[in-house]
């Protein structure tokens, strides 16, 4: 049976998200599901895949870790290519040996020189400390036409638009 710990006799190593995610980086692959990647990416997927063209998506993936978005929408017969954006190192090694994008960026707010199809920000805008911030610079990094997938955590609703 079950014995509740009162948390205040629980001990717990505290840290900041990017230490976190640093050392996270070893396992994440294996302790974060496809049915969570499956479940968050299907109806984005449904959206995109019929208006698919022939050069397929640019993609700017922020808070890309360790590339598992990317690699399920190629897996799903996306057509993409991506710049990831990152703050923890060791999540873009790991992506990076994955061969799934172009460039990887660990910066907060890089400067990039070109306008994306699609941006993902899935389960990273709630590490951010402004979300003003943030939404300035997917939308500034974004093409007259196209669509945008955020995603806060996994408990909230998905925020998938078309801009025009």
């Given amino acids: 049976m079950f ?18 995610y640093c050392q996270w980086s070893r396992s994440y692959d294996d302790t974060v599901t496809d049915v969570v990647d499956g479940v968050i990416l299907s109806k984005f997927l449904s959206l995109l895949a019929p208006r698919q063209s022939s050069t397929g998506y640019r993609v700017l993936d922020y808070g890309c870790g360790t590339g598992r978005n990317i690699a399920w929408l190629k897996s799903n017969g996306l057509n993409v ?19 799934l994008y172009d460039h990887l960026v660990n910066q907060e707010f890089p400067v990039l020189e070109e306008r994306f199809d699609l941006a993902l920000c899935i389960l990273a805008s709630c590490h951010m400390k402004s979300l003003q911030e943030l939404y300035a610079f997917i939308s500034s990094h974004l093409k007259p036409v196209s669509y945008t997938h955020l995603r806060a955590h996994e408990t909230e609703a998905d925020l998938v638009c078309r801009l025009r």
């Fill in 3 to 20: 014995k509740f710990v009162p948390p205040a006799q629980i001990e717990i190593d505290v840290c900041d998200v990017i230490t976190g």
């Fill in 81 to 99: 290519s991506a710049v990831g954006v990152d703050l923890s190192k060791e999540m873009l090694a790991v992506a990076n040996k994955k061969g």
